[in-house]
């Protein structure tokens, strides 16, 4: 499937900023599944610092604010294909040993509520049998429900309050396999919607890391494993290490965020 998309993250401050630099994780993985045929990042109120690969494997842009804006724009367009892998991506790369992804953050480290999750699971010798059915378990517990979690909510106190969105279902998920003893962690990306072109946020999922498989995506949200549809960007333990923009910033007062996402399926002519 060719996806072509069309991102825009626009800030809007008070005042001048004094000071910013940003981590920009907007570029898409080229992996299994997943070929990049063109992409390209501009900046508006910004100028690009350094660009490296992360202890992920994610391509990152470390941006500086320019001095006194009151606007900072970052445009992402291009060109991604997929194929359809039944959600596994395979076998575990890059500069972290598999066993990292056994270790909880504060965002994801379990709690009695997910404890509980987990004790209610059947016992299954079959590994992709039981994290579906953990998958089920946290979107019939946690209903999706944007305006009740923000980026600092963790997995346990969403599945307490009991509304959230992917980042939350994401971390339920990754918290909740790493207590059974599967690595797992958190994927940022993209999701082309069957029913619209124009989105108001990216997308979130997870992956886990089965014997023979290799890693394997699970969208709680949807309850699905990834299709051709979805394009991975960035992953990591949890969301905060695979977070589309993070950084700082000194001046500015308070400031507004206006996103504008299409994500669309090209036809090519045979």
Not at 160 to 185: E, T
Not at 187 to 210: F, K, N, P, T
Request: hydrophobic content about 40%; charged content about 20%.
């Amino acid at each position: 499937m060719l996806l072509t998309i069309d991102h825009q993250t626009r800030y809007r401050f008070d005042e001048p900023v004094a000071h910013g630099l940003q981590r920009l994780r907007l570029t898409p993985k080229a992996t299994s599944g997943q070929s990049i045929l063109d992409w390209e990042m501009t900046l508006q109120g910004a100028t690009v610092e350094a660009e490296y690969e992360d202890q992920n494997h994610n391509r990152t842009t470390l941006i500086a604010l320019d001095q006194g804006t009151r606007e900072l724009t970052v445009t992402c367009r291009g060109a991604v294909r997929t194929a359809d892998q039944a959600g596994v991506i395979g076998r575990h790369a890059g500069h972290l040993p598999l066993w990292h992804f056994l270790d909880n953050t504060a965002a994801t480290r379990p709690g009695p509520r997910m404890r509980a999750l987990v004790s209610s699971l059947p016992v299954e010798d079959d590994h992709v049998t039981t994290l579906h059915r953990m998958s089920a378990a946290v979107i019939a517990t946690v209903e999706y429900a944007a305006g009740h979690t923000d980026a600092e909510t963790s997995a346990e106190e969403a599945l307490v309050g009991g509304r959230g969105v992917c980042q939350d279902h994401a971390q339920i998920f990754v918290g909740c396999a790493r207590m059974l003893g599967i690595p797992a962690r958190y994927v940022s990306g993209y999701l082309m919607m069957d029913d619209r072109i124009e989105q108001e946020a990216s997308h979130a999922w997870a992956e886990a890391h089965i014997d023979g498989l290799g890693w394997v995506g699970f969208d709680v949200s949807n309850g699905i494993s990834p299709d051709p549809r979805y394009v991975r960007v960035a992953t990591g333990r949890d969301y905060r290490e695979a977070a589309p923009v993070t950084g700082i910033s000194y001046g500015g007062g308070d400031a507004s965020m206006h996103v504008r996402l299409a994500v669309e399926r090209q036809h090519v002519e045979q």
